[in-house]
């Protein structure tokens, strides 16, 4: 082994040593905020009455992002006609909140609104290559349009379809979804749809403190909800939560499985740092290991195999 | 592509010799224009519940898979000493650097925002997303591929003393490569491990990084195969008496291999269905056995029996049906398999136009390998540099 070469397995192995580290810190950076005093929305269908207020309000709250209701791309009669209801709806570069009707069997029909959930780890946020998604520790998962690529891996990523994107756009297509009106919850407000709600079907708080009232509706009111509050433990958990009189899935809500995406992508990341720097210590020597074979028994052994550098 | 244009000929002649060429490059040209004046929907049939279509998994899944030749043919030459595999280094590393120089062209009309692609490397870091990881060995193995390739670039240019330099860098540079190589290849099928709940079970587990550097390598090896038989057709010209001679024994070492590689990848396919076997009785499940019989079984056979009989023919045979099946995997697993559960109204299809595009930077690559090939020492050794590829 000459000077050189062992330089180079010396770079080699420097390189395969601060590797791993790196991915290593990239993958523990997943889990942000295990432990959760977030906000969040509990929404009631056994209260929503279908009103469409909020999906109104959120039209307004949000005028600089989204277009004035007059000014939907494929316009819908005002917010007070309720045939719009008659198919399901769902969220997209102009509109961050939905809500669908649900007629089961011959009960009444039973209202959901459908918006960004605000995962308590985001798979949206963990895929996004630019950190234009990001989770804040007060719940809400923001966007920074400026950082955005376009990549829409955030909606690869997302167990509930929500991000959307305006493909139309040739020069600033961005990525659109509820961002739980983080700048009025700033500004001490609340959100625009929570606000807007005439029959409480809405609350916003702690997401802990969500949960305690969830219980207790279910409780005070035997018979009337299925025992399940879905996004206590959907995806590792959400900030916005959900009761329904109906099982959750009626309401077209997925079975997504209690795994935060985020820890299976967390793993791969990390063996991956590790994988590398195995691979490159264990190639680096047999890289000298056969050169040296190769000097060992020099030309015209299996000579015409190759293109003559044996010679 | 099939014949060449001579400097004197004008641009009316090339049209005439390749009348197929011309038109594919006059509607790629008028589609380019279409997707920078009407944005990704103009020409895509993408929506909010399927953001990835045709483009990603032929472009991107399909194209560095297949590209995976580049780092393991280098592997076994530099690495593990097959000098066997030497007279098809430099062809290879020629398609991987093409691959991904035009995959990074392929990126910049599938994103949105093409100016901004820099950003997740130089700007804006997220470090959790495989995204990220991919766009670092994509970027890093670019500059690699590049670097490995100037030796033949510099004897072109007829640069002695630059040339000395550049080969120095090889040897560490295949070892690097083939490290970022691999990481590459399974973090493309790492991509999906983040949606457990969109990819039908018969293709998700989260050994799916795994399955695609395995069926990576041995599609990348069948390619290597494969372009060999391609260029001996449409390149023979360009090449010497040398790379004819040993071709044939390069030709059975990658397809022993590739033949390797199948099995290990039948073998873990055979473990993980132990899971999901309840689905096999399904439309799905047939899709499933069809990809895993007729893309790894068959063309693994068909290597076998090639390589016990001394068939070169069967082993080319072989080669391009593993390069298909390996097609085949990538589509379902990006498009048959994801979103399985939404209705069919909801289901992606690609339109023409995206169909269009894909053959249309195909076609410039070709071209380009046809450039390169035709004017660098690739197919052949350089008459003043006898020592050869190192």
Redesign the interface.
Known sequence: MNR?KFL?CF??VT?AVTLPSL?G???S??HLFADTDMLGVLHDSARCIGCRKCEAACQKVNADVLPSPDKLKSPEPSFYYRSVMDKKR???FQRFTVVNRYKIEDRLPVYRKFQCNHCIEP?C????????LRKTPEGPVIYSPD???????C???C?F?V????????W???IYKCTMCAPRLAKGLLPGCVESCPKEALTFGRRKELLQIARQRIVDNQGIYVDHIYGEYEVGGTCWLYLSPVPHKNLGQ????K?A??D??????GT?GL??GI??AL??A??LV??R??KKYPAGH?A???????? | MNSECKNNNTLLDCIKNNPVTAIILLVGLGLTVAR???????V?N????N??GFWMTFDLLCGIAIAAGGFAVT?AY????Q??F??FVRSTLTTAFLGYFFEVIALVY?????W??P??IF???????????I?LCVFAYLMISFTELLPAVLEWLGKKDARKKAI?LV??L???G??IG??HQ??LG?????????VHPLWYT?LM?LNFLVSSLFAGLSMVVVEGLLSHKFLHAYMDG??I??AN?AVFGCGKAACFFMFAYLAMKVVQMADTSQHLSSGYGALFLAELAGGVALPALMLLTGIARKRTGLIQAGAIVAVLGVVLNRFNVSLVAFNY?LPAAERYFPSWMEIALSVFLFTLMVAAYRFICSRMPVLK?HKEY?????
């Open positions: 050189r180079s770079t080699t390189a991915r810190a990239a993958a950076s997943a769902h969220t997209d798979a946020a963990s895929a996004c290559f630019v950190k234009a950082l955005c690529v376009g990549c829409r891996y909606m690869i990523a167990p379809y991000p959307a994107y305006d493909y139309d756009n040739t600033n297509p961005l997925p079975e997504v499985g795994t995406p985020t299976l992508t967390a793993d791969i990341l991956a994988a590398a691979l490159t190639l680096g047999t890289c056969s050169s074979r190769n299996d015409g195999d190759d293109r003559g550098d044996e010679q | 920078f004046t009407s944005g990704i929907g103009g895509t993408l929506d909010n519940k953001p990835w592997a530099y690495v593990f000493g000098k066997h030497g007279v599938e994103v949105g925002q093409p901004r692609l950003y997740p700007w804006s870091q997220g470090t959790s997303s495989v995204l990220f990881l766009g120095r040897t560490p295949a070892v690097i083939a490290v691999i990481i399974s973090s790492a991509l999906y491990v983040i949606t457990p709940s969109k989260t990084p040398q790379h001679k040993t024994r559960n050794t006898g020592e050869g590829v190192v």
